[in-house]
């Protein structure tokens, strides 16, 4: 079957600039992620969607960042205005069942490197 | 709040002998335990995870890793390394109870030597 996939690979913009990422889920994948992940670090979710319907986005800092899966499929990530400490990799991840125990895996797409300057 | 320690930023090991990540957790609840494995440039791979049952659970690649609830631990194991197992490896956790978002350690660099 195919991967998460995601776009671009990688950005480059300038502090203040918006920057938006793509992300398509394996096909029949309830539960769709992002992660932020810093340097040195391991992945921080930012968001978890349950088909189209958000489940937890304690973490996203909601004053410039924000996430939308339309028709609980695709998705997209957007940071506006974006800040030097948003340069990291952005992880779209998705799993399969849907449900209030979903400990199936997570199967990650290659990830976006933005970079901040 | 959950949170996993992988007390060691890289691990050295030469070719063909044992190896071990290690991976402690904390978590209210029963834990269910997650090994991914991350190549330069490329998202993360599942490796393993333990839900219940045996302690000992096996993944792909010969991997395997070994709960130990009184320890609170989840190390990571292969008998015989291989050069291509280099690379980053990431321990996870997240508790039982409803939609419980997975908490990742730092990452632990392994390098296996020719």
């Known amino acids: 079957e195919a991967g998460v996939a995601q776009s671009p690979r990688y950005k480059i913009i300038e502090k203040r600039q918006s920057v938006a990422f793509w992300c398509n889920p394996i096909?029949?994948?309830?539960?769709l992620y992002w992660y932020q992940q810093i340097l040195g670090q391991g992945p921080k979710l930012l968001i978890q969607f349950q088909n189209n319907g958000v489940v937890d986005d304690s973490q996203l800092p909601k004053d410039r960042f924000s996430a939308e899966r339309l028709k609980g499929v695709d998705s997209t990530l957007k940071i506006q205005p974006a800040k030097l400490e948003d340069s990291a990799v952005y992880l779209c991840?998705?799993?399969?069942?849907?449900?209030?125990?979903?400990?199936?895996?997570?199967?990650f797409g290659p990830g976006t490197r933005l970079t901040v300057l | 709040a959950q949170s996993v320690a992988q007390p060691e930023d890289q691990v050295n090991v030469a070719e063909g002998n044992p190896l071990t990540v290690k991976c402690t957790y904390s978590?209210?609840?029963?834990?269910?335990l997650f090994w991914y494995v991350q190549y330069p440039n490329r998202g993360l791979q599942f490796l393993l995870k333990?839900?219940?049952?045996?302690?000992l659970v096996k993944g792909s690649y010969g991997f395997e890793a070994e709960f130990n609830k009184s320890q609170t631990s989840f190390h990571l194991k292969k008998p015989s390394a291989l050069v291509s197992d280099s690379a980053l490896y990431f321990c996870?956790?997240?508790?039982?109870?409803?939609?419980?978002?997975?908490?990742f350690g730092k990452g632990t660099m392994l390098l296996v030597s020719p």
């Open positions: 978590v209210s609840g029963n834990p269910y």
């Open positions: 096909s029949g994948h309830a539960t």
């Open positions: 996870a956790v997240r508790d039982d109870s409803g939609y419980s978002t997975l908490t």
């Open positions: 991840a998705s799993s399969r069942r849907s449900g209030t125990s979903t400990i199936d895996e997570q199967f």
């Open positions: 333990y839900i219940t049952g045996d302690n």
